[in-house]
């Protein structure tokens, strides 16, 4: 259960933004009204199932699919020998390479266990699925590497969307004149974002342009990728996506779309492809696995001096994807000398993708687990090690911070949190069998907005209509929309219109990196006040209504750089039996400084999702692959856990005021800083509870058992007592 | 998911007969494991004999002061029921430690005891499992294998039940009704599932066809319990668990019932803990020795062995707490 408190402010709120609303099509949902993408019928409808490779590495041989087609209902089988050819050499989001699943069926390589190499269509999905299960495919195998680990010799550095490596004065030398040096290792696992909706895509052709009813989160981004890989005109593609059921980084241009395309493209009608829970464990990305390793020196009194955190993660043999776990500390510490690099490893696995706060989840695991170790060797608190390593400005671009909270957010939190009572020795709370314990972390992520286009209709009646191509992944847009806009048109909410979810509305920002609603503001905003000025300047409205379109490239190049980015500081309680190993958090408390606050309702949703996410990340989540195969162990939601409602006890979300100088939206975001930092926080609550300070995601009760054995053998010799993970003593 | 077809069964008779004419049928009760193997391929039944419209959903006193429970109890129903709670606290306990709300207004007692394995191997047709298919392999031995059995595992399979309620009905002793086309069968829990041996697949001793009708549970200690540990606080399988019923008289141990979930291919009667038990004095001491005596047996694997720690911290827990309330309770008598 989760409870709420009064927000400290409505934010900047003169008229709807800031108030809370509940969404706008809450009732259609909550009905089933609402229709998913999934749902949406059509007339001679066909379905595609997909089949996956079984083998990790190697060459199909041969696809048998004569006694498929032969099948009842069974309509078409496409592979590598009859599917139409698709580009995959084009520019996708941000400059990078589409997924490589992209080039599905264009030959006869298999990069991984799990990589599509055919497409069953039949009249029924029960149809498509038996024809896909009966499909005959030999391969060639060759021997496969899925073997994951620190210090392999075979990493290199890429850079990703932050540059890998970054470097600022004399790390060595800053290590060498530190009093205290941290020195750790930390891991965390293969992880999966897996939306309650299934990727699913439909696509048919109708009077010459390819339409798309597909569930992603960006419908302008899918129909660019899909005309792009089609070589279709531009302008003859259209995705349009009214609901998704969740995206958390998984859902852009995937096999499922552009098998659908492909079908409906060689039978001449509609046909949908949908993953099944299983498949999405290989085909919609996942967080890569971590090894990293922080370097923290610093003066008797905690100031950092020299701040290095390398980490490691895993990629395809087919695409150079970064988890860059190292970012966080380039905006968060001062420090003389700051040194982070990311590096990569080829393994023959499915390729990893941006998974809910990419990089600064795992990345923050390590960082402020490192800095709460510090905290205890310094004998420092560890809110107060973090105040005293406040930045004036970034620490290693030296800009200047649009807004900058975090100081407010660890006194408010402590406040709440009663930190001030806290007892920094560990093992010394009990409740029954219970070890209790309390920690900390700090939590950052970037904050920035990316050109779009909008358009916004006055109507003779009075009311208004917004049209952009975002997306509503869950999270509230619409409705955050909603209030922004009729803040920005001067009317009540009641008056607007919100349509979304197409790309006929031109190019948008998708719902990713925490930009969507700022980027969608950044556009709805001018088009809304211009309008409302030629209104007030008595233009006459049209029976078609008045429409004033806007594209914020301009706007947005206008920007002074400066280092943007929301904050926050996560306190957790948890409660640990030494006996069989339990972890339970039975307190969490999240204070965040994230700009403006548009929706203060679903806003504290967004964060306090975020938050249990970090509990799932703690103590539950974990994708195990075998190695002799090279697949997962267990690739479902029984196998894979994520938090249960039993394990969310007390957990709280709030901000701090968080004013942005110069920025005329002043929206940072919400939907990734609640994961930041949460795990720490746990982790770091389980060494004050146990003694024992675990460096390996999930803090299993197995490990904690391991851990509780260290400690007594510890004890017994005079040492540090350590679950799992390494501790290397300077 | 194969086509298959459906009856519902409308007596007792009628629904072993179908499976007596059909070897590829099977019987549907709340379907909450059997549909999934379906799903995943694991099961391809030809027909499902429906058999919840059976007269088998009663949860009747016995002459002698025991319980007969009926094979179609819903596991909420058997939870529910207040002389379960009252009598065999440890078998309500269990049943609510398993699942979901949801699951549990479904699945039912003949069912539960019939579950087959959540090893990750054998709901995976891609993998060795001698268990889905006899002579392929095991996956688990030298692979992933965190939650194998510790205790009477084999060569040929180290997969553990994942049943609850069973665990709680190996402390009681609990007898299986069954029916066959040729007549009424008893089976005591304790020969219900047969050795791992080479035949995992074959996992009881039930005939061919054989119908659950009702379990029976003799009278049984009041002060039992029941304790599940997993990776998630709710809607997990074990990774261990304990079920136990402890009488103390003078502060020795007068009677004890133990079995251990999530650590062997069924519910794990501790037998040898029992032995080592009777009439010694009621402590931690003791209950350690018997934990230990139960577990020098143990042969884990590579990544497994934290279980045996763990049934010996859940042993010496649970029977502490047992053993502290009825010192409670004579306490309070005298």
Redesign the interface.
């Known amino acids: 259960m989760t409870t709420t408190l009064p927000p400290t402010t409505e934010g900047t709120a003169t008229g709807a933004v800031g108030t809370s609303r509940t969404r706008v099509e809450g009732r259609e949902k909550i009905t089933g009204a609402a229709r998913y993408t999934g749902d949406i019928p059509l007339t001679g409808l066909a379905h595609g199932s997909l089949v996956l490779s079984a083998v990790a590495r190697g060459r199909i041989r041969s696809i048998d699919d004569a006694a498929v087609r032969a099948m009842p209902g069974v309509v078409a089988v496409l592979h590598h020998h009859n599917a139409p050819r698709v580009r995959a050499d084009y520019p996708s989001i941000m400059g990078s390479a589409p997924d490589p699943t992209v080039r599905a069926f264009q030959d006869d390589r298999v990069p991984h266990l799990g990589w599509p190499v055919a497409l069953v269509v039949a009249e029924t999905p029960e149809q498509a699925r038996a024809g896909a299960d009966a499909l005959a495919v030999e391969y060639e195998t060759e021997p496969h590497d899925t073997e994951f680990r620190a210090g392999r010799a075979d990493a290199y550095t890429v850079d990703g969307v932050v540059p890998a490596t970054v470097e600022k004065g004399d790390l060595d030398a800053q290590l060498a004149a530190s009093a205290v040096v941290v020195d750790a290792s930390y891991t965390t696992p293969e992880e999966h974002h897996n939306p309650m909706e299934p990727h699913t895509c439909t696509a048919y052709w109708e009077d010459g342009r390819l339409e798309v009813l597909d569930s992603n989160q960006g419908a302008s981004w899918t129909a660019d990728d899909l005309a792009q890989a089609f070589s279709l005109a531009p302008g003859t593609v259209r995705v349009r996506s009214e609901h998704v059921g969740g995206g958390f980084g998984s859902k852009g241009v995937r096999v499922h779309q552009i098998a659908a395309v492909m079908a409906a493209t060689e039978l001449r009608r509609p046909v949908r492809v949908a993953m099944t829970r299983r498949q999405m464990f290989s085909l919609a990305g996942y967080r890569s696995p971590t090894a990293q390793r922080v370097r923290l020196g610093a003066d008797p009194d905690g100031r950092l001096r020299a701040l290095a955190h390398t980490s490691l993660s895993q990629t395809s043999q087919v695409y150079e994807f970064v988890e860059p776990a190292g970012a966080a500390g380039r905006v968060l510490y001062e420090a003389a000398a700051h040194h982070t690099d990311a590096r990569i490893v080829r393994l023959d696995v499915p390729t990893p993708t941006s998974m809910r706060a990419p990089g600064m989840a795992p990345g923050s695991f390590a960082l402020e687990s490192a800095l709460d170790e510090l905290a205890e060797r310094c004998g420092v608190d560890p809110v107060e090690l973090r105040l005293r390593n406040e930045p004036a400005v970034g620490p290693v671009s030296g800009l200047p911070f649009a807004g900058r909270s975090l100081r407010a957010c660890f006194e408010e939190g402590a406040r709440r949190f009663g930190w001030a009572e806290r007892d920094p020795r560990p093992r010394l709370r009990r409740d029954g069998r219970w070890l209790l314990g309390t920690g900390v972390a700090a939590a950052t992520f970037h904050a920035f907005a990316v050109p779009s286009t909008a358009a916004v209709t006055a109507w003779p009646d009075g009311t208004f209509t917004v049209r952009i191509a975002a997306a509503d992944i869950g999270t509230g847009a619409r409705t955050a929309l909603l209030l922004i806009a009729a803040d920005a048109l001067g009317v009540g909410p009641e008056q607007v219109r919100v349509r979304i979810g197409d790309s006929a509305f031109g190019p948008a920002w998708l719902a990713g990196g925490s930009a969507g609603t700022s980027s969608w503001a950044w556009a709805i905003t001018p088009a809304a006040e211009e309008l409302r000025e030629r209104l007030a300047l008595g233009a006459e409205i049209p029976a078609d209504g008045l429409t004033v379109r806007s594209d914020s490239t301009t706007a947005l190049a206008g920007q002074t750089p400066a280092e943007r980015h929301s904050y926050g500081a996560q306190f957790a309680e948890v409660a640990v039996d030494p006996a069989t190993g339990e972890v339970r958090v039975r307190r969490m408390l999240g204070m965040f400084a994230a700009g403006r606050i548009v929706n203060p309702l679903t806003a504290r949703s967004q964060l306090v999702g975020g938050m249990v996410w970090g509990i799932s990340m703690a103590l539950h989540e974990e994708a195990v692959r075998d190695g002799r195969t090279g697949g997962l162990v267990g690739a479902d939601l029984a196998g894979y856990h994520v938090a249960s409602h039993a394990d969310v006890d007390r957990v709280e979300a709030d901000w701090v005021d968080d004013p942005t100088p110069g920025d005329p939206v002043g929206i940072k975001g919400v939907g990734e800083i609640g994961v930041v930092g949460a795990a720490a926080a746990v982790a770091n609550a389980v060494r004050h509870a146990t003694g024992v300070r675990h460096r390996q995601l999930p803090i299993r009760p197995d490990r904690v058992l391991a851990g509780e054995a260290s400690a007594a053998a510890g004890s017994r010799a005079g040492t540090e007592p350590s679950g799992t993970g390494e501790s290397h003593r300077a | 998911?194969?086509e298959f077809g459906y009856r519902r069964a409308a007596d007792v008779e009628g629904a072993v007969a179908l499976l007596d004419a059909d070897p590829g049928a099977r019987f549907l009760g709340g379907g909450t494991n059997l549909v999934d193997l379906m799903k995943a391929?694991v099961e391809s039944p030809g027909l499902l004999v429906d058999i919840r419209d059976l007269p088998l959903d009663a949860i009747e006193t016995t002459a002698d002061g025991g319980l007969r429970i009926g094979a179609t109890v819903t596991n909420s129903d058997l939870a529910a029921h207040p002389e379960v709670r009252r009598r065999y606290p440890a078998l309500a306990q269990a049943v609510l430690a398993g699942a979901s709300g949801q699951l549990r207004n479904m699945a039912t007692v003949g069912g539960n005891l019939l579950q087959r394995t959540?090893c990750?191997?054998f709901?995976?047709l891609?993998?060795a499992c001698n268990k889905r298919e006899p002579g392929s392999g095991c996956?688990a031995i030298?692979?992933?294998h965190?939650n194998a059995a510790v205790l009477g595992a084999s060569a040929h399979c180290v997969a553990v039940h994942p049943s609850d309620l069973g665990v709680a009905l190996a402390a009681f002793d609990a007898v299986v009704t069954y029916q066959t086309a040729q007549g009424e069968g008893e089976l005591p829990l304790a020969d219900f599932y047969r050795p791992v041996g080479d035949t995992p697949h074959r996992e009881t001793a039930l005939p061919a066809g054989a119908l659950i009708t009702a379990v029976t549970l003799p009278p049984a200690p009041v002060r039992s319990r029941y304790r599940k540990?997993r990776?998630?606080?709710?809607?997990?399988f074990a990774?261990?668990s304990v079920a136990a019923a402890l009488e103390v008289r003078d502060g020795r141990v007068q009677d004890v019932r133990l079995a251990y979930g999530a650590v062997a291919s069924r519910p794990w009667r501790a037998r040898k803990a029992e032995a080592s038990l009777n009439g010694a004095a009621a402590g931690p001491e003791a209950f350690a020795a018997a934990a230990d005596a139960e577990l020098a047996a143990a042969a884990p694997l590579d990544?497994n062995a934290?279980k045996v720690?763990?049934i010996r911290?859940?042993t010496?827990?649970v029977l502490t707490e047992l053993a502290e309330a009825a010192l409670d309770e004579e306490g309070t008598a005298r």
């Open positions: 998911m194969k391929g959540r990750g191997y709901t995976d891609t993998r996956s030298g692979g992933e965190r540990v990776e998630r606080a709710s809607y997990a990774i261990g990544d934290y720690t763990l911290n859940l010496i827990a």
